[in-house]
Nanobody, 119 residues
Framework: QVQLVESGGGLVQAGGSLRLSCAVS????????MGWYRRAPGQQRELVAAITRGGSTNYADSVKGRFTISRTNAKSTVYLQMNSLKPEDTAVYYC?????????????WGQGTQVTVSS
């Protein structure tokens, strides 16, 4: 069984910072891309940032220059440092990981962590 456990969400004022963490455990191997997505109320889930095993990153235009994604391959953990937060960043944030489970490529998801930015 594969588990992705997010932490670090919460309530913060506009302009503040939060750091999200996501730890992967279980029988998942060869994790390549890891990423963070978010879903705001009434909206579709969107990509926030992604990072490959080699360290290549990709960001949504709305967060470039404010958010930084990083990972520790040894511990299969991905982080999202969020600075200069805006009320429009309010959403449930989900991490995911692309790996191999029982010989089959899969994308696994966490349960989500709420981020609320007050104005």
């Amino acid at each position: 069984q594969v588990q992705l456990v997010e932490s670090g969400g919460g309530l913060v004022q506009a302009g503040g910072s939060l750091r999200l963490s996501c730890a992967v455990s279980g029988s998942i191997f060869n994790i390549n891309a890891m990423g963070w997505y978010r879903r705001a109320p009434g909206q579709q889930r969107e990509l926030v940032a992604a990072i490959t095993r080699g360290g290549s990153t990709n960001y949504a235009d709305s967060v470039k220059g404010r958010f930084t994604i990083s990972r520790t391959n040894a511990k299969s953990t991905v982080y999202l440092q969020m600075n200069s937060l805006k009320p429009e960043d309010t959403a449930v944030y989900y991490c995911n990981a692309d790996g191999v489970v029982a010989g089959t490529p899969v994308t696994s998801w966490g349960q989500g962590t709420q981020v609320t930015v007050s104005s």
